[in-house]
């Protein structure tokens, strides 16, 4: 049993207005604003995370070349010592 146009397009047209009704209370309570706020804390310690690890694989790199004698190129000599 198919309905006629008209009812597809009540069906639209109050879908749209309940979205923008979420919309404009989503953004009057400052939703949007926390979200954020929250959403870049959360990647700056992600961020602070992923550079001790880095720092911590690279120290272990060049300490396990070095138990092994193997001569360390210059460059993970270098990652191993940043940050410290």
Do not use: C
């Not at 923008?20 to 953004?27: A, K, L």
Request: glycine share 6%; net charge negative; proline share 5%.
């Amino acid at each position: 049993m198919a309905h006629p146009p008209a009812f597809y397009a009540k069906v639209a047209a109050g879908s749209f207005l309940l979205g923008m009704g979420m919309e404009y209370f989503m953004i009057s309570t400052g939703f949007y604003e926390k979200v954020t706020a929250i959403e870049s804390e959360r990647l700056s310690e992600d961020w602070d995370d992923r550079e001790k690890r880095h720092q911590e694989f690279w120290s272990e790199v060049s300490r396990q070349a070095k138990e092994k004698q193997i001569n360390v190129p210059p460059e993970i000599e270098k990652n191993s010592k940043e940050g410290t």
